[in-house]
């Protein structure tokens, strides 16, 4: 199995910009797809981003397509989240996702390990 950390959430300016990171360990060496989700406060746990294993696939929640970037690096076992252009919200926990399938799902069921999530907090 694999362990899955996040970091990188805080506090930013509406407009700015951050960037999370999800260490992986553990079962490394097999190929897995990896996600980001979010949940703010009393709402359901959203997708925001999945990319497979060798990059190539990505898939974005329509929300943030187009000033969201996910992207990993194999040889760190870490995935990116690169987030610009941030909107004022609710703070959020954003959770790193991954599973063996390797497929780029945006169901949370699609993915068998999770993080312990990172804070995002936009003021406005």
């Known amino acids: 199995q694999v362990q899955l950390v996040e970091s990188g959430g805080g506090l930013v300016q509406a407009g700015g910009s951050l960037r999370l990171s999800c260490a992986a360990s553990g079962r490394t060496s097999s190929s897995y797809a990896m996600a980001w989700f979010r949940q703010a406060s009393g709402k359901e746990r959203e997708f925001v981003a999945a990319?497979?294993?060798?990059?190539?696939?990505?898939y974005y929640a329509p929300y943030v397509k187009g000033r969201f970037t996910i992207s990993r690096d194999n040889a760190k076992t870490t995935v990116y989240l690169q987030m610009n252009s941030l909107k004022p919200e609710a703070p959020a926990v954003y959770y790193c996702?991954?599973?063996?399938?390797?497929?780029?799902?945006?169901?949370?069921?699609?993915?068998?390990?999770w993080g312990q999530g990172t804070q995002v907090t936009v003021s406005s």
């Open positions: 996702a991954a599973d063996y399938s390797d497929n780029v799902g945006v169901k949370q069921y699609e993915y068998s390990y």
């Open positions: 990319i497979s294993w060798s990059g190539g696939r990505t």
